[in-house]
């Protein structure tokens, strides 16, 4: 599985994962994409998508969704990532307990970051920071304890033995 943390402008990930046999290998976790919204007035975009879990599947999401951002303006692509459903939009097995999925979508001033919660996304509440993964509550702990995502995915990795050593950070905002 994996550490994945989230609060305020930043998420981390740790960059291990583990194959059928055991074997564990370095991977990106976090996967991002810049672009320019059009409409009335140009905006810098940025949209990050994180997955524990099955990695194809969040490929499949981040390939999906950064698609849409091409063909479609910026308050449509949002509307489709809160109405996503993994079964029947992406043909992923939303039932399955092992995958969890993360993403945020920021643009000018509005920021969105939503989770999965069993079969559809769903909005982060006000408590400004989530985490998924095996190592999760203690990310969320940690950040609870005033931590940052990074801080909070090192400590999982002490607690944790699917969260691996390496750790991914991006900053949300488009630079």
């Not at 993994?86 to 920021?106: H, P, V």
Request: charged share 25%.
């Amino acid at each position: 599985m994996t550490t994945i943390a989230y609060k305020g402008d930043t998420m981390a990930a740790d960059t291990q994962s583990q194959d059928g046999a055991g074997l564990k290998y370095t991977v990106q976790k976090l996967h991002v994409a810049d672009f320019i919204s059009g409409g009335p007035y140009l905006t810098k975009c940025r949209l990050i998508v994180a997955a524990s879990g099955h990695r194809d599947d969040g490929i499949r999401l981040f390939e999906h969704v950064r698609g849409l951002m091409v063909s479609q303006h910026i308050d449509a692509v949002r509307k489709v990532l809160t109405n996503l459903r993994l079964d029947k939009d992406l043909d992923i097995d939303a039932g399955n307990e092992n995958s969890s999925f993360m993403a945020s979508l920021y643009s000018g001033d509005r920021k969105q970051v939503v989770y999965r919660v069993g079969r559809v996304f769903t909005t982060l509440d006000a408590r400004g920071y989530h985490a998924i993964g095996s190592g999760r509550d203690f990310a969320l702990m940690a950040m609870r304890l005033g931590k940052s995502p990074k801080q909070a995915v090192k400590l999982a990795h002490e607690f944790d033995v699917n969260t691996g050593p390496g750790i991914q950070e991006v900053n949300l905002w488009p630079t």
